[in-house]
T-cell receptor, first 110, second 110 residues
Framework: EDQVTQSPEALRLQEGESSSLNCSYT??????LFWYRQDPGKGPEFLFT???AGEEKEKERLKATLTKKESFLHITAPKPEDSATYLC???????????FGAGTTVTVRA | AAGVIQSPRHLIKEKRETATLKCYPI?????VYWYQQGPGQDPQFLIS???????DKGSIPDRFSAQQFSDYHSELNMSSLELGDSALYFC?????????FGPGTRLTVL
């Protein structure tokens, strides 16, 4: 069965204090790894799709990287509006359903 | 850009009642997915449809059924509601690998 483990569970940052979130995964044949941002009571907002080890993608202050066993989401010089829960999900090559990790809740203080 | 539309946004039901949740995918998306997210939990895959046919099935109770119609919208029918069915229900749509989520329906069962 596919497994996704995210760490840490929670992260409190000062504005401008860069940090990284980890997503370790076990899947039988990876089709894609996804990062989403979720605000309380709202739907997950798509951030990145990564397909193969070595791939990197960037969007504003966020950068996602992928290895054969884990993915990192780097937040550079975060702002309070980056506060959210960040979800990692994997999609196996045998189907299209997403298996999610428990998420990392990031709080950025001004 | 058009997003996934879900209705209703909030629903309150009594135990043993039935509920119908609706999902309107992003235009030209042919695949719809349903997920359930309990309080403090990550989204769990329920069921998906591709071109109006069921494509994958997850941990969906037998009391639940779903279908995708000719206009690609989807409905999740839930019968004999239980207290434990209280959750956020998300619909996502895709035309390829990446899934885009709707705002969700918050179901409360009293």
């Amino acid at each position: 069965e596919d497994q996704v483990t995210q760490s840490p569970e929670a992260l409190r940052l000062q504005e401008g204090e860069s940090s990284s979130l980890n997503c370790s995964y076990t899947v039988s044949g990876l089709r894609g790894l996804f990062w989403y941002r979720q605000d309380p009571g709202k739907g997950p907002e798509f951030l990145f799709t990564l397909y193969s080890a070595g791939e990197e993608k960037e969007k504003e202050r966020l950068k996602a990287t992928l290895t054969k066993k884990e993915s990192f989401l780097h937040i550079t010089a975060p702002k309070p509006e980056d506060s959210a829960t960040y979800l990692c999900a994997v999609q196996a090559s045998r189907d299209y359903k997403l298996s999610f990790g428990a998420g990392t809740t990031v709080t950025v203080r001004a | 850009a058009a997003g996934v539309i879900q209705s209703p946004r909030h629903l309150i039901k009594e135990k043993r009642e039935t509920a119908t949740l609706k999902c309107y995918p992003i235009p030209r998306h042919d695949t719809v997915y349903w997920y359930q997210q309990g309080p403090g939990q990550d989204p769990q895959f329920l069921i998906s449809f591709y071109e109006k046919m069921q494509s994958d099935k997850g941990s969906i109770p037998d009391r639940f059924s779903a279908q995708q119609f000719s206009d690609y919208h989807s409905e999740l029918n839930m019968s004999s509601l239980e207290l434990g069915d209280s959750a956020l229900y998300f619909c996502a749509s895709s035309s390829g690998v990446t899934q885009y989520f709707g705002p969700g329906t918050r179901l409360t069962v009293l």
